[in-house]
């Protein structure tokens, strides 16, 4: 049961691609509070993906966009609009690829055409998606926009790779366009820089099961999983956190505030113990 957090607001949800994404958890909780919204994802996985499914258990009109296509997302705002019945309160950009990634190069050796399409679809994605709802007038006063980062934005995480560098342009968007949107239309933009979360994206990086489980003894609270960001976006998307803008909020457990953990330097003792020096580079 939820709290009508979301009670009689309009939003669109982009980058639900199964029960394992953050966007799938948020768009299911957001029903809960009382919100209706639009779906969007790309062409393909609306065609052939579990999104259709969501769309349904939601009430929701799926709308097809490439996220890096200024018409496909003008479509999607003034669709949304229009099935809605109004500007739109809330908005979450849960978008990132890297080929890169998906192609083993390693951060020394990318190749730059898979480095200007992670930049589109990750993060200048989110600048046009802004755009286009500046330029339509597509928000209410106090509307709130979301979009999903990591640590690796300002720190350097083995295996993160190029999207490191798409994750701190995504917070320097949000930044510059929170200025604007905040000034011209009360409008809030902040990044949330959520823990390691086991989704499809996600279990690409290089080593991710160490990543995870590193950052779970390092954090005092543990990892925070995809229903805990899909709670902390609805606080966000309410009317509870409207005077909160241009911020990077870390939802981490506290790793972000951390050094070296005892759960962490106990298991690194370990690795003396066995001999397994080089593991450790």
Request: aromatic fraction near 10%; hydrophobic fraction near 40%; charged fraction near 25%.
């Amino acid at each position: 049961m939820g709290n009508n957090l979301l009670k009689g607001k309009r939003g669109i949800i982009f980058g639900a691609l199964n029960d394992m994404s953050i966007a799938w958890k948020v768009a299911e909780m957001a029903k809960e509070e009382g919100a209706t919204f639009t779906l969007s994802n790309t062409h393909v996985a609306c065609r052939m993906g579990e999104v259709v499914n969501l769309a349904k258990k939601t009430d929701s009109e799926l709308i097809p966009a490439d996220a890096t296509n200024v018409e496909d997302l003008e479509n999607v705002f003034k669709k949304s609009m229009e099935v809605l019945g109004g500007k739109i309160d809330f908005v979450l950009h849960s978008i990132g690829m890297s080929l890169n990634v998906r192609k083993k190069r390693v951060y020394h050796d990318l190749d730059y055409n898979y480095l200007q399409k992670t930049l589109d679809i990750s993060a200048i994605s989110f600048h046009k998606m802004l755009q286009v709802a500046f330029k339509l007038d597509a928000f209410n006063e106090w509307a709130s926009v979301l979009a999903l980062s990591y640590v690796a934005a300002q720190r350097t995480l083995y295996g993160y790779n190029d999207m490191a560098d798409a994750k701190a342009l995504l917070e320097s968007i949000a930044r510059s366009f929170g200025y604007i949107l905040g000034r011209e239309k009360k409008v809030r933009v902040n990044t949330i820089s959520q823990s390691p979360t086991i989704t499809t994206a996600g279990s690409g990086v290089k080593g991710f099961d160490g990543l995870m489980d590193f950052a779970d003894r390092m954090s005092p609270l543990g990892n925070a999983n995809a229903e805990d960001c899909a709670r902390y976006c609805m606080v966000m998307f309410s009317d509870y956190t409207r005077k909160v803008t241009m911020q990077n909020l870390y939802h981490d457990g506290g790793f972000s505030s951390m050094g070296m953990s005892m759960r962490a330097m106990k298991q690194y003792n370990k690795s003396f113990d066995t001999g397994d020096v080089d593991d450790m580079y």
